[in-house]
Nanobody, 124 residues
Framework: QVQLVESGGGLVQAGGSLRLSCLAS????????MGWFRQAPGKEREFVAS???????NYADSVKGRFTISRDNAKSTVYLQMNSLKAEDTAAYYC??????????????????WGQGTQVTVSS
């Protein structure tokens, strides 16, 4: 049974940094495409970043240059380093995983497994 557990959320001032972590279990992590999504109150869940098995990455335009996704296969963990945070980054952040192969994945429907989410609040 696949489980994804996010951590690292919290309250931070604008301009600050946070690092989110997502620990995966239940399947061979190194073969997974991993993604981060976020959902702000009253808005739809949106793509943030993705990393595939070979560490190719892709980002939403809104976070390019500020966020970095990475993975540590030995720890079965994917990270989202968030710098220069803005008030508009406030949202619940979700980790997602997919083992169907292929390239990077940008839409919710491409991921089969989801974490419970971790809240990030950026005060202005």
């Amino acid at each position: 049974q696949v489980q994804l557990v996010e951590s690292g959320g919290g309250l931070v001032q604008a301009g600050g940094s946070l690092r989110l972590s997502c620990l995966a279990s239940g399947r061979t992590f190194s073969r997974a495409t991993m993604g981060w999504f976020r959902q702000a109150p009253g808005k739809e869940r949106e793509f943030v970043a993705s990393i595939n098995w070979s560490s190719l990455t892709n980002y939403a335009d809104s976070v390019k240059g500020r966020f970095t996704i990475s993975r540590d296969n030995a720890k079965s963990t994917v990270y989202l380093q968030m710098n220069s945070l803005k008030a508009e980054d406030t949202a619940a952040y979700y980790c997602a995983a997919d083992w169907t192969g292929g390239g990077l994945k940008f839409t919710q429907s491409e991921y089969d497994y989801w974490g419970q989410g971790t809240q990030v609040t950026v005060s202005s």
